[in-house]
């Protein structure tokens, strides 16, 4: 792909050896689902803001941004697994779409103390139900007084009946604030995370400064999660330990869903140095990012993530802004499956794979599941073999057609991945 040229939102940027989006992807930076007022995304974010009133919000950022601003920034280590080619989608080696909404972090913070961004993001990606190369997030940022702050949420605490969490012991828990909040309307919150050498308090907080930050960040995500939930009749929600490369300590909230703990959000302390380089040294604050498709599939009913993409008036004519209601789903049409069968060379990762698979076919594939592999004794070769599921979402494929786009990707496939078929 060198000596070529991407253009993206107006903006040419040159080619490289990194450069790895598609036009398929490409599409999709023009979509802005968060800014359609009746789409289920856009519905769940403003849920969402209005738990954070005053908050200012972002939500207009270009998709691109450099590789600075979405790792750099952060703290990642230069050997992130995150920075590598075939989790993320590079413009070039210094440009590519952002990952996470975290990419912002820096240059809002710099600009305001109490903030969400909501955007698009972008990465490569596994094909199932729930897994998307394009979804949106939504990120949170309070900052205080580093002087104050112990006081500041003493006292909002206080108002809402909570306690703050005692300093001094070895592993301070931070979870007297779930505590107090689990018995409202049905949601029942378990924290049993600890502060410990592996999720640690930064150096430069003091135990006491670091706690009552984190009980703020835990109060206001409760309160959040409580909010968006407060139709549901049961709702089991808890916190674990996580890490992060910008937050310090880190949580997770998952919340209890046919029979799956599932991942809504991450969050944490964030990194001094952040704050530090934005000019906000005399604050402290927290973070949080968390996946609106999860949290609209869960609250809308919606079984596969596909659907957020529906041009389908059948789909997009069920919701009003501010409302809330179960998705009435259309016909469910056959599938058509295919296997295709290979021998691997080296460095072949099965991301690369599905990229092809979703620019040949598009949205008509519903799941790529690998079904058969085995290493020859002699030559050591790796040989393959994956299952396609082709089925539309809202007509009849025939098997004709089918035998098209598999004829085009077993092309596609021996061409680009310099693979032998079977
Ligand atoms: N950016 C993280 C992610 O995408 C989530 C996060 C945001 C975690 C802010 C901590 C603080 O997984």
Redesign the pocket.
Known sequence: VTDESITIGGQTYAADAFTNVTPTILEKTTRQLHLLPTHPIAIIKDRISSSFPGFKHYDQFSPVVTTKQNFDDLCFADDHPGRSVTDTYYVNNKIMLRT???AHQSQTLAEADRLLITADVYRRDEIDASHYPVFH?M?GAELFDVNTVVQDVRKILETSGSKMSSTGAATAATGAVAAATTSGNAIHTTDTTVISAENPKQDCHSEEVMLATADHLKHSLNQMIRNLFSDEKELQVRWIDAY?P??SP?WEMEIFYQGEWLEVL???VIRQDILNNAGKSDKVGW???LGLERLAMVLFGIPDIRLFWSTDARFLKQFQPGQIQKFKSFSKYPPCIKDISFWTVPGFHENNFCEIVRDVAGDIVEDVRLIDEFTHPKTKKRSVCYRINYRSMDRNVTNAEINEIQERLRATVVDKLKVELR
Do not use: K, L, P
Request: some cysteine; hydrophobic content about 25%.
């Open positions: 996470h909404t975290s997030q990120e992060f910008f937050t880190s991450g969050c944490g973070a949080f990012g």
